[in-house]
């Protein structure tokens, strides 16, 4: 079972940056990916980015390229967004996700609060 741990959220004004963490723990051997989910109120969960723990295979929503950047430590098994010039609409709940490992459950970190105020 993996285990993940958000860390980073807060309040900020608008133009401002925050850097999110999400480390992974518990069995993590076979964990290769990692992604960020974002939900904004009353909005459904949307994609930010995938993080590739082995490789090069990163990317971030078209819509948030520009301004949100991730990147990861391999060994610690921890990602990153950087987030900047941050706007209202990116309020919300920052979520990382890491996709099932063989026949487990896909896990969910409990979320970070980023809230912009304009």
């Known amino acids: 079972q993996v285990q993940l741990v958000e860390s980073g959220g807060g309040l900020v004004q608008a133009g401002g940056s925050l850097r999110l963490s999400c480390a992974a723990s518990?069995?993590?051997?076979?964990?290769?990916?990692l992604r960020w989910f974002r939900q904004a109120p009353g909005k459904e969960r949307e994609f930010v980015a995938h993080?590739?723990?082995?490789?090069?295979?990163?990317y971030v929503a078209d819509s948030l390229k520009g301004r949100f950047t991730s990147s990861k430590n391999s060994a610690e098994k921890t990602v990153y967004l950087q987030m900047n010039d941050l706007k209202s609409e990116d309020t919300g709940v920052y979520y990382c996700y890491a996709p099932p490992i063989g026949p487990g459950a896909a896990t969910w970190g409990q979320g970070t609060q980023v809230t912009v105020s304009s």
């Open positions: 993080i590739s723990l082995t490789g090069d295979n990163t």
């Open positions: 518990g069995r993590t051997f076979n964990l290769y990916v």
